[in-house]
T-cell receptor
Framework: NAGVMQNPRHLVRRRGQEARLRCSPM?????VYWYRQLPEEGLKFMVY????????ESGMPKERFSAEFPKEGPSILRIQQVVRGDSAAYFC???????????FGQGTRLTVV | TQLLEQSPQFLSIQEGENLTVYCNSS?????LQWYRQEPGEGPVLLVT?????EVKKLKRLTFQFGDARKDSSLHITAAQPGDTGLYLC????????????FGTGTLLAVQP
């Protein structure tokens, strides 16, 4: 039973480029959460999605960030026109039920140069 | 803004010692989860506590949820070097949100 799969594990982007982070939830899980972990800071909630729906995006920056979880395929966190401050570890978690135990992926470490 | 404060922030102890990590908030949570995170990896779920006053044991780890569901503690007995890592508590607010509010973390180092 594969866990939450995130790719890529490491991503380097130049300022102004786009970053696309992918998350495949555990089998049978239809609830996906994205969190960001900045250096020296804790994990911060970004967005909560169910299949084809954004349920809570209260943690998403107002501009440049978007997320989707299509009917088929992985969830995508997209960051347009990246800036140095976007450098962080981005974690995806999935659960089988709303509010159920969340299982995390290994994260994508984004570095903006 | 809901906030979960963990203490201590850093803890360095010798193998065989006992320790307790605290997680406190002014908010009431429907459940609270404890995770351990190693460098370069994602958080790994250790336990979920749901009921006020609940105590759960996982080998040498004992987790307690406060009666008012605002705080929690993690006690490790006879710590081992393999226990080294970042310990995170995370509270779930419930309702339609279901998001986790993470604590500030406790970095534990167990020296052999």
């Amino acid at each position: 039973n594969a866990g939450v799969m995130q790719n890529p594990r490491h991503l380097v982007r130049r300022r102004g480029q786009e970053a696309r982070l992918r998350c495949s939830p555990m089998k049978g899980h239809s609830h996906v959460y994205w969190y960001r972990q900045l250096p020296e800071e804790g994990l911060k909630f970004m967005v909560y999605l169910q299949k084809e729906n954004i349920i809570d995006e209260s943690g998403m920056p107002k501009e440049r960030f978007s997320a989707e979880f299509p009917k088929e395929g992985p969830s995508i966190l997209r960051i347009q026109q990246v800036v140095r401050g976007d450098s962080a570890a981005y974690f995806c978690a999935s659960s089988p039920l709303p509010g159920g135990e969340a299982f995390f992926g290994q994260g994508t470490r984004l570095t903006v140069v | 803004t809901q906030l979960l404060e963990q203490s201590p922030q850093f803890l360095s102890i010798q193998e065989g010692e006992n320790l307790t990590v605290y997680c406190n908030s002014s908010s009431v949570f429907s459940s609270l989860q404890w995770y351990r995170q190693e460098p370069g990896e994602g958080p790994v779920l250790l336990v979920t506590v749901v009921t006020g006053g609940e105590v759960k044991k996982l080998k040498r780890l004992t987790f307690q949820f406060g009666d008012a569901r605002k705080d929690s503690s993690l006690h490790i007995t006879a710590a081992q070097p393999g226990d080294t890592g970042l310990y995170l508590c995370a509270g779930e607010l419930g309702g339609a949100t279901n998001k986790l509010i993470f604590g500030t973390g406790t970095l534990l180092a167990v020296q052999p």
